[in-house]
């Protein structure tokens, strides 16, 4: 818990000394329109970029104005750690991503708890995320990664185009079913309407929406009926898991002691007496699991490929090592994911340059500092999580992929001060639970396409790098590969 008082409560150190605190009203930032200030001014599908572009122009603290709201735009990496290492007693998530999640209906989770919710969820998602739990799932995941490379071998002998982005989707969100639900949806060998298509909307609106005036509150558009239905199938989905997970702990009392899934171990973990956690929540953390292990490590992965393809020395190298460790790819284990350091590397440099969530938002529960500014309890906050780690003055050859400053002894920067300015999974209490599990499907993955394939081309349609698309996730645009199989 937080000793200090609430006016004496500091973020950071940072502060310049020998100056008087500001106000937020003090700070410069981008001059808006009267009444609603810059609200109509943000551009939603690259709101990161925008952000970022006006931490050049305003410095690593301004202000924005959303109507008569003031909101604090935080861009220095150690003020940014400072406020991820205060939460959840000096600052939460937003009071308005509690209040849109809640009218989308949308089930609550570890993602938008706060306080002891949050730490009552948080136990119980952590033993469900924890690395002796996730070794022994490990056979689902084996079992997702020998379909994905099916997939993709037909689309090779078959000489076809490989559209990345949903093809690693049905990857992940057969993972996360399998490995966390112990339910086969199979995404992969299907056609039909898979529940990636329904989870595809969830996270552009609620994105949307957090910075919209709230017309869908008013008069509902076709989207929005879309929407509704998509929301009502995944969260039916997400009962039908935990009904299933609970007939086989019913059915099979050892379970209790060693649970087969991610699933399985909240479930008994929330039946604990003294857990506080309620059906709903977790049934909101299986939907959590569901949205974030979805977009998050899909959009890692393609943007690590692109990546790779655009270095071919480091594509080299990475290929090298999997072929090296892993043979012909056919049977991946954890032994040799753990002996893929360089390859790891590289998913380290993928998420330093397109971190996959490159805002987070805060609200100060009580009156904080920042830097050298107060912060009123109750003021917003955007945390940008990439600008210092492709800033120049911060990260050498900062906008260069060079997956060796991940490596000890290899590095024109240190591998401490790398991995303090980037902050893919965030920082502090409430750093992502399963950062173990995204970066194992991530190593699996990129270890199997490598060992088993030929990459000819990873292409967008206008032959220039992958746009950057955000939608609560930030997403390559267009992105495709061809494959030959590997003689």
């Not at 993602?111 to 056979?139: I, L, S, T």
């Not at 071919?312 to 892993?326: N, Q, S, Y």
């Not at 270890?447 to 220039?464: K, N, Q």
Request: charged share 25%; net charge neutral; glycine share 8%.
């Amino acid at each position: 818990m937080n000793t200090e008082t609430a006016a004496d409560s500091e973020t950071t150190a940072r502060a310049p000394r020998g100056t008087a605190p500001r106000a937020l009203d003090d700070l410069p930032g981008p001059a808006g329109w009267p009444l609603a200030g810059n609200l109509f001014q943000l551009q939603h599908d690259r709101l990161h970029a925008q952000l970022e572009d006006w931490a050049c122009e305003f410095g690593p603290l301004y202000r924005l104005r959303l109507g008569r709201r003031n909101v604090l735009v935080v861009g220095d990496h150690e003020m940014v750690a400072g406020v991820l290492r205060d939460r959840p007693d000096g600052f939460r998530r937003t009071s308005r991503l509690e209040q849109i999640g809640a009218e989308m209906g949308l089930l609550p989770g570890v993602f938008g708890a706060n306080g002891d919710d949050w730490r009552r969820q948080r136990r119980m998602v952590m033993h469900g995320f924890d690395p002796a739990h996730v070794r022994r799932y490990f056979p689902s995941l084996q079992k997702v990664v020998g379909r994905l490379a099916g997939r993709w071998q037909a689309a090779a002998r078959e000489g076809r185009t490989i559209e990345l982005q949903p093809d690693l989707m049905r990857y992940t969100v057969d993972t996360i079913a399998g490995l966390a639900f112990g339910s086969e949806v199979n995404t992969l060998e299907s056609e039909g309407d898979v529940i990636q298509r329904h989870l595809d909307r969830i996270f552009p609106a609620l994105f949307k929406r957090l910075f919209s005036l709230p017309t869908w509150r008013w008069f509902r558009t076709a989207a929005d009926r879309r929407l509704e239905h998509s929301i009502a199938e995944v969260v039916a989905a997400v009962h039908g898991f935990i009904a299933q997970a609970r007939a086989r702990l019913a059915a099979d009392p050892a379970l209790r002691e060693q649970p087969g899934n991610l699933l399985e171990a909240m479930v008994v973990a929330a039946e604990r007496p003294d857990s506080g956690i309620t059906d709903v929540q977790v049934a909101g953390n299986v939907l959590t699991m569901l949205l974030a292990g979805e977009d998050t490590t899909a959009n890692t992965i393609a943007w690590m490929i692109e990546q790779l393809w655009r270095s071919p020395e480091a594509l080299a190298r990475a290929t090298e090592e999997a072929r090296r460790i892993c043979g012909r790819g056919e049977v991946l284990t954890l032994e040799q994911m753990a002996d893929l350091d360089y390859l790891e590397a590289c998913a380290n440099e993928t998420m330093r340059l397109k971190p996959v969530a490159p805002l987070i938002a805060i609200q100060a529960i009580h009156d904080q500092k920042v830097g050298d500014v107060r912060v009123p309890a109750g003021t917003a906050g955007i945390c940008l999580m990439r600008r210092d780690a492709v800033d120049e003055r911060q990260v050498p050859r900062a906008a260069r992929f060079e997956p060796e400053r991940w490596l000890a002894g290899e590095a024109a920067m240190s591998l401490q001060s790398a991995k303090r300015i980037s902050m893919p999974f965030g920082a502090g209490p409430r750093i992502c639970p399963g950062r173990y599990l995204a970066l194992l499907e991530i190593k699996m993955a990129m270890a199997m396409l490598l060992t088993r394939f030929e990459i000819t081309s990873v292409a967008t349609p206008d032959g220039r790098p992958a746009r950057e698309l955000m939608k609560f996730t930030m997403t390559p645009v267009g992105l495709s590969m061809t494959l030959r199989e590997r003689n």
